[in-house]
């Protein structure tokens, strides 16, 4: 019997000692009752609320288990290791950015882990198999882009900034005015010439005029009669993509005709011949703050991780 009450003893102290929050898979509720499944918190507690896109639960990760996943899901990690260290401060930045004001409508998430809303995020399990025998290559080289990073918070007049980025530039950047409607000092347009190098510059798309019609159902656009009639006066940026463009007497940004017809990007040529559309684009992507192709791009030419970010968000200090 004594034998037995030593024993409990000692259970109860590993178990006030190592809390179940500490390790991975426990779960917990949150401040607003909802379920949270935590994984490897680490001792610092620094984490981060992940609402996932698949299971609609939300799952506390270490931050640095998070970012090296969002790198994951967000660039190649055949990238050139400054570039990886470039998209590694950015993550973690906006990460911070995020936690720092989250969105009530995520339910008491932080973040989602949707790459149309916020940033993507893959797990262990999911890089192993998005990876195969290579995972351990790349896991390694994103981990050490990350831990040379992990930290940096990159700000403009010593507030954190929202880090925007984009797959693939159209040779230049958007601003932010240009796209959302809000000046943004640090997201201004800069040049991105190596975008143009990249096999995925250019795409596509070809529309009879009764898919073009259909896309546009419901928009006020007047879509009837000669086909070559419907598109009007075309508005570009400075920087090549398209501010406003006239179709069936009415006047759309670049970005909503993007959504519409589910294009690449917003820099983009539009041609009718007889009953059928072609459209080419350029980039990839809402075309707004860092290009991650033309990070890699500045990488090979010698840039570090510092210089790219501070190429492609004007004025900022990395903190």
């Known amino acids: 019997m004594k034998n037995r009450g030593f024993l409990f003893i000692i259970l109860i102290a590993v178990l006030l000692i190592c809390p179940l929050a500490a390790t991975g898979g426990a779960k917990a509720p949150d401040k607003n009752g909802n379920e949270v499944t935590k994984t490897n918190i680490q001792d610092d507690g620094d984490s981060i609320l992940v609402l996932s896109s698949s299971t609609k639960k939300i799952n506390e990760i270490d931050m640095f288990e998070y970012v090296v996943g969002a790198v994951a899901a967000e660039m190649p990690p055949t990238y050139h290791s400054q570039a990886l260290r470039a998209q590694a401060a950015v993550c973690y930045t906006y990460a911070v950015k995020k936690r720092s004001s989250p969105d009530p409508a995520l339910g008491g ?100 005029a009764d898919e073009f019609k259909k896309a546009f159902a419901g928009s006020g656009a007047e879509l009837g009669g000669d086909a070559k009639k419907w598109i009007g006066e075309i508005k570009k940026t400075d920087s090549g993509y398209i501010s406003r463009i006239v179709i069936g007497e009415k006047e759309f940004t670049g970005t909503q005709v993007r959504e519409k017809l589910g294009l690449h990007s917003a820099c983009f040529e539009i041609k009718c011949t007889g009953d059928e559309f072609k459209i080419t684009v350029h980039g990839y992507g809402h075309g707004v703050g860092m290009s991650q192709y033309g990070a890699d791009y500045m990488a090979r030419q010698g840039s570090d991780w510092q210089e790219i970010i501070k190429h492609y968000y004007t004025g900022v200090e990395i903190k």
């Open 109 to 208: 998430a932080d973040i989602t882990d949707d790459s149309a809303v916020h940033q993507g995020y893959l797990d262990a399990a999911a890089r192993k198999e998005k990876w195969g025998d290579k995972y351990e290559t790349y896991e390694k080289k994103i981990e050490e882009a990350v831990k040379d990073v992990f930290g940096k918070t990159i700000t403009y007049d010593g507030e954190t900034i929202t880090a925007a980025f984009h797959a693939i530039s159209c040779g230049q950047t958007f601003s932010a005015e240009e796209v959302w409607g809000k000046d943004v000092p640090y997201l201004k347009s800069v040049t991105s010439a190596g975008d143009k190098l990249s096999p995925d510059y250019s795409s596509t798309l070809t529309l009879t």
